[in-house]
């Protein structure tokens, strides 16, 4: 079964510092992998997707993230973290053509410190 | 593009009433939505499947006749929460997948919070 795994429910950085949200995916077969992010009381929006393309995937507001198959990760990142960036973030993962579900992680809470 | 739309945004009702909401594709055809529930600081937990003109494919432990969903067009599928209790109160998320989408991606609405009182 396709799981993704996230590890640290809560992130503090301050304003300005590098942002590092981590995301591992548990899978035999290649991965379609996705992050998105939530604000308080909203739906999911996207910010970046990989879909077996390049590897290191440029997402919205200065996020990206690297496919790493030899560990199985897709790690987030932004350089310089804003007061915006705090929200919850979901890393999720699909397989195959015909399987179309997307599983979630259990979420990073993101807060930024001024 | 790929904006999704849920209707209500909140909603509050008494124990033993029904919910319906509403979940719009506004700019694209939508085979495929999902209805998930969301319970605070938590992930989102997948309910069920909707493909247009087709019945409803629920997850494991959902209650097919308590949740009730019909995607009667490529641009709507609506929740319906029936002789709703308390232990219903949630957050409920929609998303569509694009028609002729390769890979997966998930439009997601804005969420509908139900408190049953």
């Known amino acids: 079964a396709q799981s993704v795994t996230q590890l640290g429910s809560h992130v503090s950085v301050s304003e300005g510092a590098l942002v590092l949200l981590r995301c591992n995916y548990s899978s035999s077969v290649p991965p379609y992998l996705f992050w998105y992010v939530q604000y308080p009381n909203q739906g999911l929006q996207l910010l970046l997707k990989y879909t077996s393309a390049a590897t290191l995937v440029k997402g919205i507001n200065g996020f990206e993230a690297e496919f790493k198959k030899s560990e199985t990760s897709f790690h987030l990142t932004k350089p310089s973290a804003h007061m915006s960036d705090a929200a919850e973030y979901f890393c999720?993962?699909?397989?195959?053509?015909?399987?179309?579900?997307?599983?979630f992680g259990t979420g990073t809470r993101l807060t930024i410190i001024p | 593009g790929a904006v999704v739309s849920q209707h209500p945004s909140r909603v509050i009702c008494k124990s033993g009433t029904s919910v319906k909401i509403e979940c719009r594709s506004l700019?694209?055809?939508?085979?495929?939505m999902f209805w998930y529930r969301q319970f605070p600081k938590q992930s989102l937990m997948l309910m069920a499947t909707?493909?247009?003109?087709?019945?409803?494919?629920?997850e494991q432990g959902v209650e097919k006749d308590k949740f009730l969903i019909n995607h009667a067009s490529l641009t709507l599928s609506t929740l319906t929460v029936t002789s709703a209790h308390p232990e219903d109160s949630s957050f409920y998320i929609c998303s569509a997948r694009r028609t002729g989408s390769s890979y997966n991606e998930q439009f997601f609405g804005p969420g509908t919070r139900l408190t049953v009182l």
């Open positions: 909707s493909n247009e003109g087709s019945k409803a494919t629920y």
């Open positions: 999720a993962v699909s397989f195959n053509f015909g399987n179309e579900k997307l599983t």
């Open positions: 700019d694209f055809q939508a085979t495929t």
